[in-house]
């Protein structure tokens, strides 16, 4: 039996380790009256003030950052390269700046809707393999930043449907499209995936496998 994950769940202050529970979640979408939804099978931990890669490194606040100083269990989706919606889950107390981006998703529910929305023929690992492309099948929009992901009465939520993904289950790595400007930074392992799972997004920098 789903259920939804609790204020409890998003308010812990390790945003590494949320980023990891957050694997074999389901996030669901319910949006213009279509149910879609995925298993988490990969994302990437931000975290302020240290984290040169983290949109709010030294704790910056701006219109767009806001976002992530509210209390943990809240969307943070904003715009990359002016077209890709990147949706996040804020975690941490409210005022601390920490956030996980969902980099995929394995498909679930409303696969038909999903490959009509990436203008497919047919169900790839590319419909949903990216951060960019999985927001799309899934319809999650900037509209959706900064709502609450703990109940169903907005149209985006996290849920737990009993899938457990242990330690050995777990390849870490270095986040994408850190560059020079945020120096050591760069190469924390703070991106996670299931393992031999083939809806990740491909792997091209070294991964640490643990098991």
């Excluded at 529970?21 to 240290?50: H, M, N, Q, W």
């Excluded at 990359?80 to 919606?85: A, L, V, W």
């Excluded at 679930?108 to 999903?114: A, F, I, N, Q």
Aim: aromatic share 10%; charged share 25%.
């Amino acid at each position: 039996m789903a259920a939804l994950l609790q204020r409890e769940f998003f308010i812990r202050e390790d945003v590494v380790q949320i980023a990891k529970d957050l694997l074999g979640k389901y996030l669901v979408s319910y949006k213009d009256g279509i149910r879609t939804s995925g298993v988490i099978v990969e994302t990437e931990a931000y975290r302020a003030p240290d984290d040169k890669g983290c949109h709010a490194y030294q704790n910056k606040l701006t219109e767009r950052t806001s976002t992530m100083f509210m209390i943990g269990g809240t969307s943070y989706v904003y715009i990359c390269y002016g077209i890709h919606n990147l949706f996040n889950v804020v975690t941490g107390p409210e005022g601390i700046a920490h956030a996980v981006l969902i980099r995929a998703v394995e498909p679930v529910d409303g696969v038909d809707h999903m490959m009509t929305r990436r203008n497919l023929k047919k169900v790839k690992k590319e419909m949903v393999n990216g951060p960019g492309k999985f927001t799309r099948a899934m319809n999650i929009t900037k509209e959706q930043n900064a709502i609450s992901l703990l109940s169903k009465k907005d149209d985006l939520w996290i849920e737990d449907r009993g899938v457990a993904v242990e330690t050995p289950q777990i390849i870490e790595g270095p986040r994408v499209g850190m560059g020079r400007s945020v120096a050591e930074c760069s190469n924390w392992p703070w991106r996670f995936r299931i393992k031999d799972n083939k809806w990740t997004s491909k792997p091209d920098q070294v991964w640490y496998d643990w098991s």
